[in-house]
């Protein structure tokens, strides 16, 4: 195809160019779930993939947590602040997991970020993050609500070289698979990284080949200024002004939060928050300001796909030293908590400015589990992590969804239970619908889930933190509040213990790790939902004839 450099780009190559971008991402996504190792990764999908230009600004994006996707770009500047422009060259690699290094989230969450060069010139970055399972840290799978300083949490990667000029640095992969306890998963997760980026450069070039380095640059130019004005149409079209919002923690603390609203900006403070704690349960403000991304798009422009552009009227705030931008070396292996209850509470607030746009309080946890021990069938050691699915808010106009991840997670996955038995130490006895109370209204909130893991092997360890636990889904328009997550360890002997925080609990051949997690909130009076509705609910064991008498004062004909 004949070069396309011209100083005017036609709309129809611009936009054949943006989708080849986005089709580039697809690619690198899909060579990173063919090739890991670690179900988390390959089942789950927790781990996104991104294109930037060359000064680090998000140009195109494929699947993958939403939340990982926006913070890429801020590795790919974590990288062009700590080396000169001069020591990047063709075949590099770097890669991040510190939180305050570009790492924005914690220190399983690993970016890689590789240069794309055309004729000696940078013109992109291609990038990966995903959760490895096992960096060290003072628990199996390193994160642990009792870490009080970064240093406990395992090994960080401050902007490193892995790669110089297409030469990996065997320093940096001994050191790697030297700070973990499942080297041979994590070899293979750094290895399916590193293949994602350099499909993703190697597709990169050929657009450029194809349609002349001018035509690219100029098309990502204009979809940035495109996003931009989507957004700002959208802005147009909400109401102006300042608007408050608050919600409780588990521990009894109170968030908040202002967002102030012009034609031309959406800004948000998080303001008068408390102190950064001592344990785990911070995010760093680079992962709020992601969270407030994700909030912003989902009232603005949510059917497209993220840029840079889409995102210039977004201005956010935090101050240092809170839970929302903690000074380092605060711990932040529970970030995703912290980060789900910022972005909750955005999502709360923009509720009340536009409930047409919002559905009531979902589950709000990651919901993190891991289990950890010696594999009854290969003697092998076993780092299990999984995210939990659990139920959405209700809408306006639907009943909210059963068993999803959450909101933070995007298009992920539960691992069937056949992967978990056989990767793993333990058996899935069940996975089922909740039917405890909570979520009723006009529209129920989606059905939270109750999953048994039963332990085969002595000496297998739990840690988990989840929250919402204390603090239920937040209903709209006079529906119920969503019910709670929280787990309950069953041993063999019958003694119960109901918990929502636990590290490394040491767990014995038959004991069972019962999880249960929230019925999303309901929207709208329950007496209000339609007799038709209240029955197929009965017929399909979404809710007992005991429930729907109680909530819905439904009779029997």
């Known amino acids: 195809m004949n070069n396309t450099d011209n100083k005017k780009l036609d709309p129809i190559t611009s936009e054949i160019i943006q989708n080849t971008l986005v089709s580039v991402c697809d690619e690198m996504f899909i060579a990173m779930r063919k090739t890991a190792m670690s179900p988390i990764i390959y089942e789950v999908l927790d781990f996104a993939v ?18 990982f996707i926006n913070m890429c770009d801020f590795a790919v500047r974590a990288v062009l602040k700590k080396f000169d422009i001069n020591e990047i060259k063709e075949g590099d690699i770097f890669a991040t997991n510190d939180p305050y290094n570009g790492g924005v989230t914690h220190l399983n969450d690993v970016i890689v970020v590789l240069p794309v060069f055309h004729n000696n010139k940078l013109i992109a970055w291609t990038c990966n993050m995903a959760h490895w399972p096992d960096l060290g840290g003072i628990t199996p799978g390193g994160i642990s609500s009792e870490s009080t300083e970064i240093f406990q949490e395992g090994l960080q990667l401050p902007v490193i070289k892995m790669f110089e000029e297409g030469k990996i640095n ?63 149409n959208a802005l147009a079209k909400l109401p102006k002004g300042k ?49 407030a991304q994700m909030a912003f798009k989902n009232v603005t422009t949510m059917n497209r796909v993220a840029n840079a552009g889409f995102f210039r009227p977004l201005k956010v705030y935090a101050e240092e030293g809170s839970m929302f931008n903690p000074r380092r070396p605060a711990a932040q292996g529970l970030y995703y908590e912290t980060d789900i209850r910022a972005y909750d509470l955005l999502l709360k607030t923009i509720a009340q400015i536009a409930p047409d746009k919002m559905i009531a309080g979902t589950f709000a946890s990651v919901c993190g589990t891991i289990m950890a021990g010696i594999h009854p069938d290969t003697g092998a050691t076993f780092v299990l992590i999984e995210p939990e699915i659990g139920g959405w808010g209700a809408s306006d106009e639907y009943d909210g969804l059963n068993g999803m991840y959450s909101t933070l997670h995007g298009d992920t996955y539960n691992t069937p239970a056949e992967v978990a038995e056989a990767r793993n130490g333990i058996y899935v006895d069940q996975i089922s619908l909740s039917n405890e109370d909570g979520g009723e209204g006009k529209f129920r909130g989606g059905k939270g889930i109750v999953m048994d893991y039963r332990i085969r092997s002595e000496g297998t360890m739990l840690t988990a933190f989840y929250s919402r636990s204390i603090s239920l889904p937040w209903p709209l328009e006079g529906g119920n509040e969503g019910s709670a997550n929280y787990i309950e360890i069953i041993k063999k002997n019958g003694d119960i213990e109901k918990i929502s925080n636990v590290n490394g609990l040491n767990l014995s051949v038959d004991d069972i790790i019962r999880i249960h997690t929230a019925n999303g909130a309901g929207y709208g009076e329950p007496k209000e939902r339609e007799r038709t509705l209240i029955e197929s609910d009965i017929k399909n064991e979404y809710i007992t004839l005991d429930q729907a008498i109680k909530y819905y004062n439904y009779k029997q004909s």
């Not at 350099?198 to 495109?226: C, H, M, N, P, S």
């Open 50 to 67: 991104a294109v930037t230009n060359p000064k680090g600004e998000l140009a195109s994006a494929g699947a993958g947590i939403p939340a």
């Open 170 to 232: 065997q320093s940096v992969e001994d050191m790697i698979l030297a700070n973990t306890r499942v080297p041979q998963y994590i070899k293979g997760d750094m290895w399916a990284a590193i293949a994602s980026v350099r499909i993703g450069e190697k597709r990169i070039k050929e657009v450029a080949i194809k349609y002349g380095l001018e035509a690219t640059e100029e098309a990502i130019k204009q979809y940035f200024d495109y996003g931009e004005q989507s957004s700002l």
């Open 243 to 291: 608007f408050y919002g608050e919600d409780l923690l588990d521990d009894g603390k109170t968030i908040k939060v202002e967002i102030t609203i012009t034609d031309k900006e959406f800004i948000v403070n998080f303001k008068d928050n408390p102190p950064q704690n001592p344990d785990s349960n911070n995010a760093s403000f680079d992962g709020i300001y992601v969270a």
